[in-house]
């Protein structure tokens, strides 16, 4: 079997490198690729939406219908991973652990008792814990605003420099998950309730397609910013820069919500209660 | 020949890379290695899109403030398209691959095995 693999990967790797002949060479500027439509979205992208970074222009205006689809499918493998590994059943462990702050003492406690102690002095704790570290819990509570702050950052200057919504939702669900991490997920939860990050996955997606829609509503084709500028009292060339900065903060929220909404599932395996 | 080589061997890294990605999907026993298989992959094929926007001496694709709405000379700008192609790529692979690792869990779960054989072993006995 595995030789049999060998062989036809090899086959394949053969086959590909006698079609590299006829590619272009490395950096050629007349490749056909970049001969065909990208001339003219490197001519017209600060005319036509005064975005100078033609990533960002191309991705949420030329190209807004891929975009759009492509958040959706990042929506629904978050479902996809709700529906298969969430369980909403009281987990067949029997019993949590506690641990008594002051003295290190840790107790267990059956979870037929219902009640949940509700002391100060006693923190829940996960089945395998380790003690803390204090460099890191202090260094990951110091950090993560910061890098909230760079991943707002990076969604709203993705006009102007290498960034957008993508991007800065990937960094900011990544504080989420550094705090959960180092912590523990109960910790994480506590800031981003399941339900919210639900909400805020499906949200996402609502405001690009939202955008979409009014500007259908306005008279336009679908994701057509022009249609923007009597709401927002702008000419039809800011009203496009504008509706692709609603459109990324859409997408930014959707990838923050899902990868949350996926880490929380895969750690936890769908129980939310233990995490990594 | 020697001109072929030096101007085309990065597409040759990207084979590479595709090979031992197919590889691992195909022979690899365990699920787990054959997700990373999946995902060496997909690097390989997101390297080739963006190697194949690259300009020689060109900067990435953002407009220099100074251009004003003057004409912009499009060989001093790489190509964007690969970019906003790969962009929306990496982010949807990072999705299938929790998508992924949501089904390996379940596939746990259930056979208590990753190995390939043996689920397969617990499949027919199942049956």
Redesign the interface.
């Known amino acids: 079997m595995k030789k049999l693999a060998l062989i036809i990967v090899i086959l394949t790797g053969i086959l590909l490198m006698y079609a590299t002949v006829d590619f272009p060479p490395w950096g050629d500027p007349n490749s056909p690729a970049s001969r065909h439509v990208s001339p003219r979205y490197i001519k017209k992208s600060v005319e036509e939406t005064g975005v100078p970074n033609i990533v960002t222009a191309v991705l949420a205006d030329y190209r807004g219908y891929d975009t759009m689809f492509e958040t959706t499918v990042i929506f629904g493998a978050g479902v996809v991973c709700f529906f298969l590994l969430r369980v909403f059943k009281r987990s067949p462990r029997k019993e949590s652990l506690y641990r008594h702050l002051l003295t290190g003492l840790v107790i267990r406690v059956r979870e037929d008792m219902q009640e949940e102690p509700d002391l100060e002095e006693f923190e829940r704790i996960d089945t395998l814990w380790t003690p803390y570290d204090l460099i890191l819990k202090t260094v990951c509570r110091i950090m993560i605003p910061f890098i909230q702050l760079f991943a707002l950052y990076v969604i709203a200057h993705g006009h102007h420099s290498p960034g957008g919504g993508f991007q800065g939702g990937v960094i900011l669900g990544a504080s989420f998950i550094l705090l959960a991490i180092s912590h523990d997920l109960r910790t994480m939860l506590r800031r981003m309730k399941e339900k919210l990050h639900t909400v805020l996955c499906a949200v996402g997606v609502m405001i690009y397609a939202g955008v979409g829609a009014v500007c259908v509503l306005l008279g336009f084709n679908f994701l057509d910013y022009k249609a923007l500028s009597p709401l927002l009292h702008t000419t039809a060339v800011m009203a496009r820069s504008y509706g692709i900065f609603i459109v990324e903060v859409g997408v930014g929220i959707a990838v923050m919500a899902t990868m949350i909404w996926i880490y929380n599932n895969l750690s936890s395996e769908g129980r939310y209660d233990e995490g990594l | 020949m020697f001109e072929?080589i030096i101007?085309?061997y990065?597409?040759?890294i990207y084979?590479?890379l595709?090979?031992i990605g197919?590889?691992a999907m195909?022979?690899k026993n365990n699920l787990v290695k054959k997700i990373i298989g999946m995902n060496i992959f997909q690097t390989a094929i997101i390297l080739f899109y963006i190697?194949?926007?690259?300009?020689?001496?060109?900067t990435?694709?953002?407009?220099?403030?100074s251009?004003g709405?003057g004409i912009?000379d499009?060989?001093r700008?790489i190509?964007?398209?690969?970019?906003?192609l790969m962009?929306?790529a990496?982010?949807?692979s990072?999705?299938?691959l929790?998508?992924a690792?949501?089904?390996a869990?379940?596939v746990y779960?259930r056979y208590n095995t990753l190995e390939e054989d043996e689920i397969i072993k617990k499949i027919r006995e199942d049956e």
């Open positions: 072929y101007t085309k990065n597409y040759w084979i590479t595709m090979m197919l590889y195909i022979s190697s194949i926007g690259a300009k020689r001496g060109a990435i694709p953002i407009i220099e403030h251009h709405h912009i499009i060989t700008y190509n964007p398209l690969p970019h906003v962009l929306t990496i982010v949807v990072v999705a299938t929790g998508v690792l949501a089904l869990i379940k779960k």
